[in-house]
């Protein structure tokens, strides 16, 4: 059984404990939370079981390492604390522990991370013995290991587009909604996440990957951003109001362009209400999906769709990421020390989980 800590108990974290608890090679032995008001409270309560798992949530993140655990799943948010969570990564290395975490942009394609991000990790490596891989939904499986699964299946590829199409109405992070995604803000209003470069700087690694692959130059990296103000005010169950005439849904592409042509684009649709933007594209059901489009012989198509936590689309997306990262960890720790990306990590079947439940 390999040791593990789950780092953060959010949409992610929350995830992260069922997969951990449910795994038959892994063993939750800590729970790590930054929020006072958990500290104490049993792992199996936070992560919405049920029942008890027998572990405590302690804010020493020190001890917790100091424990040697064999692995981290490290599921505390980077995107608005991008330092913070580097060097919370970059301990658990110095710990000797393979970590997995959807949480640092730069890394998923770490040939092209920016060295201030690179040496610190590759330097913890190094001193601690540990491994990372970084992965997620979009950037993660949606926009490689599927849309390479894919190509596989054509005789010819003339262009892959990689799809998010999501209703953000039933995802519960308002600051990442309101403020990083802008929805609900005047149209006026710069969203982080969508200024210049920036979609580049979270996707730009998927298009490398992508090219990597396929054995593909690029030209370039591109990227095109649309936004469209609601026409009226909307309310959600987890969210409260959006009103009228502020930005309600976002449209952009991260652009590979080979030959002259983008021939590897990664889109979002991102609507906080079905009126807003009718005409872009829309998922079945309306609600979520990520959708690989391979241009070619022949055109396929294939969309996935996930739920959780009582049918939420969001939070099916967040335990699909978890999925890929908490099933990689057995092949790491075989694997050894080193800085890995979504082409070294095998997606591995479910070995030994049929019909096992958490708990």
Request: glycine share 12%; hydrophobic share 45%.
């Amino acid at each position: 059984m390999v040791s593990t800590i789950v780092w953060g108990t959010g949409n992610i974290g929350r995830a992260a404990i069922r997969a951990v608890e449910a795994h038959p090679g892994l063993e939750l032995t800590a729970v790590l939370v930054h929020d006072p008001a958990k500290i104490g409270r049993d792992a199996g309560e936070l992560a919405g079981l049920g029942h008890r798992l027998g572990v405590a949530a302690t804010a020493d993140a020190g001890a917790a390492l100091a424990a040697g655990p064999e692995a981290v799943v490290y599921a505390a948010s980077g995107d608005i604390r991008p330092s913070e969570a580097l060097a919370d990564v970059v301990g658990a290395l110095r710990a000797g522990a393979v970590v997995v975490t959807p949480s640092l942009y730069a890394l998923y394609d770490h040939r092209s991370a920016p060295p201030d991000v690179r040496e610190p990790v590759l330097a913890a490596i190094e001193a601690g013995g540990g491994s990372l891989f970084v992965s997620g939904v979009d950037p993660g499986w949606a926009n490689d290991v599927l849309p390479l699964l894919v190509s596989g299946l054509a005789a010819t590829v003339d262009a892959v587009r990689c799809q998010e199409i999501f209703d953000y109405s039933t995802y519960d992070q308002p600051d990442a909604v309101r403020y990083l995604v802008g929805m609900g803000q005047p149209m006026d209003y710069e969203p982080p996440m969508l200024a210049p470069a920036v979609p580049t700087m979270v996707w730009g690694g998927q298009v490398r990957l992508i090219a990597r692959a396929l054995g593909a130059d690029l030209d370039d990296v591109r990227e095109h951003v649309e936004r469209r103000p609601l026409k009226s005010t909307v309310t959600t169950a987890s969210m409260g109001a959006f009103e009228a005439g502020t930005q309600g849904a976002v449209r952009f592409e991260v652009q590979g362009i080979v030959g002259g042509r983008p021939r590897i684009v990664l889109e979002h649709v991102t609507r906080i209400h079905p009126s807003c933007a009718p005409d872009w594209p829309v998922p079945p059901g309306g609600v979520g999906a990520h959708r690989v489009i391979v241009e070619g012989r022949p055109h396929i198509e294939v969309t996935v769709q996930a739920t959780d936590e009582d049918g939420n689309h969001s939070a099916g997306g967040n335990a699909t990421a978890v999925g890929r990262l908490v099933n990689a960890v057995e092949w790491l720790v075989e694997a050894g020390p080193g800085l890995y990306d979504a082409l070294d990590v095998p997606l591995r079947p479910a070995i030994g989980k049929l019909g096992r439940r958490s708990g």
